[in-house]
């Protein structure tokens, strides 16, 4: 299977409580909701286009108990994603949980990386992380990720947790799709090509200072 890594973020690259105040108040953030008034039909079809191709979810022990929090509570049947998210399977990285309670799950102890190795040796389409930032920046510095699909808002919130600021190695990234709805948000997808140039690449570029 392939790895997706999607990701709603700010211009100054928060992925923090896109969908509501209360979704993640970690280390004090209050500024949560700022996906939402930039949602239109355009976002919403992409989107579920994009979770179309999912044959799972992968997910990191933060996102996995604010989703399994969240999603069964969703009874509207006109809502476009609920049906999936709740009927996908789960897995989770975790070192810290013994069972899930969003069915199905499974957890996945141990190494990181080492575990979702063998996930994607599996047969199949996609294996999709939806939030869970620290996860997919660990995965993508370990070239896992095959995927990278980003949802950017008009928004600069100057705090919160960002995405992609975790040490590795640097990646290599093709454009594949880009698009911009009325509401003012980019959707950008990526195929992951591997790792960067090398740091002899770079000789001759000259520094600011």
Request: hydrophobic share 40%; charged share 20%; no cysteine.
């Amino acid at each position: 299977m392939k790895i997706a890594l999607t990701e709603f973020l700010t211009l100054d690259g928060v992925s923090q409580g896109p969908g509501s105040p209360e979704e993640d108040t970690s280390d004090g953030f209050t500024r949560g909701g700022w996906l939402v008034p930039h949602m239109d039909g355009t976002f919403v079809r992409r989107v579920s286009d994009w979770l179309d191709l999912a044959d799972g979810l992968l997910l990191g022990r933060r996102t996995y108990e604010a989703f399994a929090r969240d999603w069964p509570k969703i009874t509207d049947p006109a809502d476009p994603f609920t049906e999936r998210m709740n009927t996908l399977p789960k897995y989770v990285v975790t070192n810290t949980l013994t069972e899930g309670t969003w069915n199905p799950t499974t957890v996945l102890k141990g190494d990181p990386v080492h575990a979702v190795t063998e996930l994607k040796a599996r047969p199949g389409r996609e294996l999709q992380i939806h939030g869970s930032a620290r996860l997919g920046d660990s995965l993508l510095a370990a070239g896992l990720i095959d995927t990278l699909r980003l949802v950017l808002a008009p928004a600069v919130l100057r705090t919160g947790r960002r995405l992609l600021t975790g040490a590795g190695a640097p990646s290599a990234l093709r454009l594949l799709h880009h698009e911009a709805t009325p509401n003012g948000m980019l959707l950008l997808e990526y195929e992951v090509t591997g790792r960067a140039a090398r740091q002899g690449a770079y000789e001759g570029v000259t520094a600011f200072t």
